[in-house]
């Protein structure tokens, strides 16, 4: 009984000294791992690109609109610009 004790205590101790290594440690790759979410979103609503780089966004070739099924293979191409003005 006296040995559980002792080595119970013992563990206790160890932990209480690492805990705070333990917690530091965690929460590093937790900081980390938020920050990586958080510039994906960033990058992903503000659609970040280098400039003069176009990106043409075609539909797919069949696309439900309620209920109803579409084929987009016949429709012409989209393309969605910004006229740049210079000075």
């Known amino acids: 009984m006296l040995e ?26 937790l900081v980390k791992k938020m920050q990586k979410q958080a510039q994906q979103q960033y ?10 780089e176009l990106r043409v966004e075609t539909p797919a070739t069949q696309k439900t609109v309620k209920g109803k099924k579409y084929n987009f293979d016949k429709v012409g191409e989209y393309v969605k610009f910004e006229e740049v003005k210079g000075s």
Do not use: C, H, T, W
């Open 4 to 29: 559980f004790f002792i080595i119970s205590v013992i563990i206790l101790l160890v932990l209480y000294f690492f805990s705070g290594k333990i917690m530091q440690f965690l929460m590093k790759k």
């Open 43 to 52: 990058e992903a609503q503000n659609d970040i690109r280098p400039e003069g």
